[in-house]
């Protein structure tokens, strides 16, 4: 059931358009990321949502009721701030219970909501500290507990985890998802880091220049980029120039290769052709594999996990790529910097955008 | 495009009629009293509308009109000599090594605490007719030019100081040591790093020495003898002549140098970009012998002269017969013998002061909030900026004067405020608000602004959040303009002289009036005691800030 339904939602600063035209469904119990680079308007829109930031056109529905005019206050949200924005002269017990006090509940009832909502951020003895005395991603869990204490039926985060280390931000997203498919509540996480999104969402919304590029699940995002901004800024990609010669084949510096079917394409047009460096193939490749190449290693660079290897095919230097190889698969065929090795682009494999 | 018009919950309606509330208080105890003055100059003495005829009368009248270049030249010289004076001493307060820096800072803060009439008394006590040094001034006399410049100088050193330190103390440390590395010499270093650093600070010590010098009051009337300036001359007017239009016309005089002061300084304020980058490293001078003993040497010169005049005044309120018996008494502090309020006249400014200092504090904090915080409403949102920012451009015997002529109106409902102690609260919390608009603003800003986006998200209402959260946190803020309006209340001068009755009088008039009838040992006994009180006052703040805040703002400490 669609939860939240953006329309036609734009947004101006002056002469800037800040946001163009957004449209965007949302289903109640989902977790949306907001991905994309800095500037592209992920805050604006987050916070025309929430209707701090109201938007200049367009309308926003929740839950089938027409929001767009009703101030921050009369909608139904919890929100965290990269800044986390805990009141520092309250203790962590108060902040949490800052929105259930003026609900004129008992006292019995908020302190026994509070000790509960501590407990599910794993805080259970925080109650009494300052925020100031907390670390930071233990503020963060603070500030979550107090946007949940009310159980708003949308949960809205900016960057929430931005300000953390890796380590600790490796953890939390863990936990935040978890506590989040627990209470089944509808959230939309702001974020710029393609790896928090593609581990936590449900979905992504990719954003670039105030506009939506894609929406659609990690893997639909990172297996099928429906654009080459969205093949770029979410993962690694290779980008080889090329023209295309048929629907299905590329040429790229005087070497056709195999691709899917295109169709919003026309023929003789430069195009880019697009393949994952982990997509590169280099064992079990029987006679007759489409699109082989000898390449030679020109570059090995030691990632950690993996190598990530240059590699310029030998027919034409023209074409260069990176891949990247297993330890395992270095150690197997002895691969080291000026190797020639024999390599596929699975056809599957392969994107084609308009260059 | 006009955005979506988004509807408006309870909080906004609240923040706005209080918005409002706040532009028409404004208005009517700043602007409508400005508005009053500058129509009465266009008056006869029978409120008759004659055009210019005021404004061509002064300025054909050599006497008024030199009263004009007379404050000018006054304001310029005593300008050129404080700034390079408050440089050398913020100097060493902030880029060298001092012993005792503690003391000193105090020293140079002490004229702060003073009516400004008391630098002219003590110079009387030492080179008046009858002083110790008449002497050195070789048949020379201290009243008039001399002695308002000397006495300016001691007034306004601490203002000058205040700015420049804070000027001199937002300096990059990596800025000199990037200097350092490229062999630049120490005078390179200072005129291409360190003058540069500061100069919008000295542009705005100079402006601020500049217009304290052309609108006060209390030294010319004290020390100036035949050489008049505009302030007297406001006062002369409209005591002494009771011409209200020529009072008004010279008011507008007054203000012009003011004001325009006022707008340079926003001008180049505007310009200046923040020098200090998050990322800045704070300079921490390091001990070097010569350089520190020099300057040591310099603060103490200064700080000498400081506590001498200080001093001065309060050995001569001890005196029993100045020159003639030296021994000490405490009979001038009796001071139902010089003046019919007695003691009354300082209770009544301490009573004037704890209400200014407790009303315009609520005032001027909720005010910056309301401002700050309101969701849209630019409109009356920039009236109250304006409104907030006019007071620092008008002089305060200006601003009294305006305040005759508008509560004093025939038909006004608000005239039964006229000869109150409310009057002169009103008064007083209106001629300082702008700097505790300004601080309130700057502790305000620097809160995290979506604790108000949290609270419309947990539907608590925003004055809630306000008492609970942002008040608590800038309470330092807080307690900051109230002690400076506690101070200011106490030691004005210029904007009250106008506005008391026999039973409101406060003891900084009281001691014009004593001085104007020729007992200086009184006068100083008065101002002696206005200075002890709020200097007490303020070393309670620095106390309670150290001690008390400490405890009870337990969620500071980490
Ligand atoms: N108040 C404003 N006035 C003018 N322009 C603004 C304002 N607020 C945001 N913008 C502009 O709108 C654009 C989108 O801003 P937004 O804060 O939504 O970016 P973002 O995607 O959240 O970026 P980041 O990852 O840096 O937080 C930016 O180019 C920004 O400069
Ligand atoms: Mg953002």
């Given amino acids: ?355 | 495009m006009p955005s979506t018009k988004v509807g408006l919950s309870r909080d906004d309606l609240i923040m706005r009629g209080g918005v409002v509330l706040l532009a028409a208080l404004l208005l009517v105890i700043v602007g409508l009293p400005l508005w009053a003055l500058l129509a009465k100059g266009f008056e006869d003495r029978d409120g008759k509308f004659v055009g210019l005829a005021n404004y061509v009368s002064y300025f054909s009248t050599p006497a008024l009109f030199n009263s004009a270049l007379n404050s000018l030249h006054v304001a310029a010289v005593s300008t050129v000599i404080v700034v390079p004076l408050a440089f050398l001493y913020a100097y060493a307060l902030t880029r060298t090594v001092l012993p005792m820096r503690w003391l000193f800072q105090g020293i140079a803060l002490i004229p702060i605490f003073a009516p400004s009439l008391l630098p002219g008394l003590a110079l009387i006590y030492l080179f008046g007719t009858q002083g110790f040094f008449k002497a050195l001034l070789g048949g020379g006399s201290i009243y008039g030019f001399d002695g308002i410049v000397i006495a300016q100088v001691f007034y306004c050193f601490p203002h000058a100081t205040l700015i420049l330190v804070t000027a001199l103390a937002t300096a990059d440390a990596r800025l000199y040591e990037a200097a350092d590395a490229l062999g630049a010499s120490k005078l390179r270093v200072f005129f291409t790093v360190t003058l540069p650093g500061a100069k919008y600070g000295l542009i705005s010590a100079a402006l601020v020495v500049f217009t304290l010098v052309i609108t006060d009051f209390g030294i010319a009337k004290v020390i100036g003898g035949n050489f008049n300036v505009l302030a007297t001359d406001v006062y002369k007017q409209v005591i002494g002549q009771q011409n209200f239009s020529m009072g008004a016309v010279v008011g507008m005089v007054l203000l012009a140098p003011a004001a325009l002061a006022f707008v340079v300084d926003r001008l180049v304020q505007r310009k200046q970009v923040a020098l200090l980058t998050a990322r800045a490293v704070p300079l921490v001078p390091k001990p070097k012998p010569g350089r520190d003993f020099v300057f040591t040497l310099i603060c103490t010169l200064v700080s000498i002269g400081i506590l001498a005049i200080l001093g001065m005044a309060i050995w001569g309120s001890l005196i029993k017969y100045w020159p003639y018996n030296l021994s000490l008494t405490l009979d001038n502090y009796d001071f139902a013998k010089f003046d019919a309020n007695g003691w009354d006249s300082y209770w009544n400014s301490v009573e004037m002061a704890v209400g200014a200092a407790l009303f315009g504090t609520a005032l001027m904090f909720t005010g910056a909030w309301l401002t700050e915080k309101t969701r849209g409403f630019h409109v009356v949102r920039g009236v109250v900026q304006l409104l907030a920012f006019l007071p620092m451009a008008v002089p305060g015997l200006v601003l009294g004067l305006g305040y005759i002529f508008f509560f004093n109106a025939p038909g006004n409902p608000l005239g039964f405020l006229y000869a109150t102690m409310g009057i002169l609260v009103v008064n007083t919390v209106a001629h300082f608000y702008t700097v505790g608009h300004l601080t309130a603003t700057t502790a305000l800003k620097q809160i995290d602004p979506e604790f108000e986006s949290v609270s419309a998200s947990l539907k608590v209402p925003i004055w809630r959040t306000f008492s609970r959260v942002t008040a608590p946190i800038c309470l330092p803020s807080i307690l900051d303009i109230a002690i400076y309006l506690f101070v200011n209340a106490m030691t004005t001068v210029s904007s009250v002289i106008f506005l008391y009755s026999p039973d409101t009088k406060l003891a900084s008039v009281a001691a014009v009036n004593i001085e104007e009838a020729g007992t200086t040992a009184a006068a100083a006994a008065l101002c002696v005691v206005i200075v002890l009180t709020s200097a007490a006052v303020k070393i309670v703040h620095l106390l309670a800030d150290r001690f008390l805040l400490d405890r009870l703002q337990a969620w500071r400490r980490r």
């Avoid at chain 1, 949306?32 to 829109?45: A, I, N, Q, R």
């Avoid at chain 1, 430069?270 to 994952?276: D, E, G, H, T």
């Fill in chain 1, 1 to 355: 059931m669609t939860y939240l339904e953006v329309r036609s939602l734009s947004k101006r600063y002056g002469d800037f358009t800040a946001l163009g035209d957004i449209t965007l469904d949302i289903a109640e119990g989902e977790f949306v990321c907001f991905l994309g680079p800095s500037g592209c308007g992920k805050t604006t829109l987050l916070r025309a949502i929430a209707g701090l930031d109201p938007q200049s056109s367009g309308t926003i529905r929740q839950k089938g009721r027409d929001v767009s005019a009703l101030p921050p206050a009369k909608r139904d949200f919890g929100i965290v701030f990269q800044s986390y924005a805990l009141f520092p002269n309250l203790t962590v017990a108060d902040n949490v219970g800052y929105g259930l006090v003026s609900r004129r509940e008992k006292r019995a009832a908020i302190a026994a909501r509070v000790v509960e909502l501590l407990a599910m951020v794993g805080l259970p003895d925080a109650g009494p500290k300052y925020p100031a005395q907390l670390s930071g991603g233990q503020q963060q869990r603070v500030a979550l507990a107090r946007a949940l204490a009310t159980s708003p039926g949308l949960l809205l985060l900016d960057e929430p985890l931005s300000a953390l280390d890796a380590r600790v931000r490796l953890r939390l997203r863990h936990e935040i998802k978890a506590l989040q498919r627990r209470l089944g509540v509808t959230t939309i996480m702001v974020t710029h880091d393609q790896e928090e999104a593609l581990t936590m969402a449900d979905r992504i919304v990719v954003m670039n220049h105030g506009a939506i590029e894609q929406v659609g699940t990690p893997q639909e995002i990172y297996r099928r980029p429906a654009s080459a901004f969205v093949a770029d800024f979410v993962g690694s990609m290779n980008f080889l120039q090329g023209t295309l010669m048929a629907p299905d084949k590329v040429q790229v510096a005087g070497v056709d290769l195999a691709c899917p079917g295109q169709d919003g394409l026309t023929l003789g047009q430069k195009v880019n052709l697009c393949i994952r460096p982990e997509d590169v193939r280099v064992r079990d490749l029987p006679q007759g594999t489409a699109n082989r190449l000898t390449v030679e290693v020109t570059e090995l660079d030691f990632v950690g996990a993996f190598c990530r290897a240059t590699l310029k095919a030998r027919a034409t230097t023209d074409v260069a790529m990176t891949a990247d190889f297993s330890s395992n698969l270095i150690r197997d065929l002895g691969v080291e910097r000026g190797t020639q090795l024999d390599v596929a682009l699975p056809p599957d494999r392969l994107r084609v955008f308009a260059a």
